[in-house]
């Protein structure tokens, strides 16, 4: 059986590893454009803050690891054609080589591009958007002589991005087209606290205005949001990804309302034998039931074991989608899952919701600290669709928690009363999120009484 993976990155890896792993005796091509094969595209930013050490660091797997596996790996090799009645890949290498390959199985794993916004002056040299391994040095680079940095987004990468340049010692403003940061994972009263953390490092903000032009001759100068004016040396695009959908188009793939490839429960495309996962497909919320886009790396490498099991004979089915996210701006944690109260709403969703500040440690213990914890559910039936957390440390387990809570349709009744550890270096006798689920809880028992 011929297995071939197009784009080695989350996806692409995680299908030709569960390929291999199905059908030992298949023969698997990988076919990947860039110079590396899957790497932490997530660090990134922390590279260039300094907290990683270098971007060679960021490559997962070396070419033995793919000799052991028995996949064949092309890199800085593209993908150009795709014939799917005849069950052929044409591939050129960077020599200008062309290649055919033949399949009996085929994984669309092409990921995603960054969104470089059209604005006037967006194609000078120090407009940077943050994707690859030569993005991030060129942005280090680019740190090592500037003195001020335009960031425009303010979603997770946006604010990871902001915050390694102002430790680099550069001047950074963050531009955001919507009225709060961190919008699809935090309700805005957190975000007002996130921000004004941020704030107090020295990175500025201009919320509610989009890039309007970036000035300059030969090289930037400054930023237009609107109507302010922004002195910078560099300007970082961080709005967002696109998923890589040309190859997909090609072949006659249907498309969903996203506008990215639909897949049906085993990764398969419209297209016979031609599978897909990652960045480039449309996913269904496990609250809405609704199509979305969930361009998380965690949910490419899930969604990419089913599209290769399959692939190679076996039998998985596509995961549900929650979204859990989570970063670390210094010495902040931030976590999500679920929906917030806005895109509740937005999905026609009445829910009733909970927030407190809650300790971490016992009061006997020295380290203490505290956590804002946000939890909402649904008011229908008390079942938690969201949960936000802020904190020094521990953020991404205690959303991992309610990750499986949600998945089994857990209440803010049942959440109160389940079973944690307890050790005062470790963890307080009351888990911060029974405590806010009490407090959620006690708010259903007066609807009830209304």
């Not at 793919?66 to 996949?71: C, E, G, Q, R, T």
């Not at 946006?158 to 963050?174: H, I, K």
């Not at 695009?237 to 996203?258: H, N, S």
């Amino acid at each position: 059986m011929r297995i071939v993976v197009i784009g080695c990155g989350a996806a692409g890896w995680a299908a030709a590893a569960a390929a291999r792993k199905t059908n030992r005796e298949a023969k698997i091509t990988v076919i990947e454009q860039g110079k590396h094969p899957v790497y932490e595209r997530g660090g990134i930013p922390y590279v260039i803050q300094g907290e990683i050490p270098s971007f060679e660091s960021l490559v997962n797997f070396s070419s033995e690891y793919f000799d052991f596996m028995k996949i064949e790996m092309l890199t800085e090799t593209k993908a150009t054609d795709i014939d799917p009645s005849e069950k052929w890949v044409k591939v050129s290498t960077r020599s200008g080589k062309e290649r055919q390959i033949e399949y009996d199985a085929l994984i669309l794993a092409t990921g995603s591009k960054p969104f470089i916004i059209p604005a006037p002056g967006y194609n000078l040299p120090e407009v940077y958007g943050v994707r690859t391994i030569d993005d991030g040095k060129r942005i280090l680079d680019a740190c090592r002589s500037a003195k001020a940095a335009v960031v425009i987004g303010a979603r997770l990468v946006g604010l990871e991005m902001a915050v390694a340049l102002n430790q680099r010692g550069l001047d950074v403003t963050v531009i955001e087209l919507l009225p709060q940061i961190l919008d699809a994972i935090l309700d805005r009263e957190l975000a007002e606290e996130v921000q004004k953390t941020l704030e107090g490092m020295g990175i500025r903000f201009v919320l509610e205005a989009g890039i309007s032009e970036i000035l300059g001759k030969d090289h930037v100068k400054a930023a237009l949001a609107g109507s302010t004016k922004i002195d910078a040396d560099m300007v970082v695009m961080a709005a967002g990804v696109r998923g890589r959908i040309e190859l997909a188009q090609q072949i006659g793939a249907e498309f969903g309302t996203t506008r990215l490839i639909k897949v049906d429960e085993r990764m398969e495309t419209s297209v016979k034998e031609v599978y897909a996962a990652g960045d480039c497909i449309e996913c269904v919320s496990a609250i809405t039931m609704k199509p979305t886009a969930s361009q998380l790396g965690t949910n490419a490498v899930r969604q990419g074991k089913v599209a290769g099991t399959n692939a190679a004979g076996g039998s998985a089915m596509r995961p549900p989608i929650l979204g859990a996210s989570v970063t670390k701006l210094l010495e902040t944690e931030i976590s999500s899952i679920g929906l917030t109260e806005a895109y509740a709403r937005k999905n026609g969703i009445d829910c009733v919701s909970a927030s407190a500040v809650v300790p971490m440690r016992p009061i006997c213990y020295p380290d203490r600290f505290n956590a804002r914890v946000k939890l909402s559910a649904r008011k229908a039936d008390g079942r938690i669709i969201g949960a936000q957390f802020i904190s020094r440390k521990e953020a991404a387990p205690r959303i991992d928690t309610i990750s499986v809570a949600m998945l089994k349709g857990v209440t803010a009744d049942d959440l109160v009363l389940f079973d944690h550890a307890y050790s005062p270096p470790v963890a307080d006798s009351t888990d911060p999120l029974a405590v806010v689920a009490e407090v959620l809880s006690k708010k259903f028992t007066g609807l009830s009484r209304a």
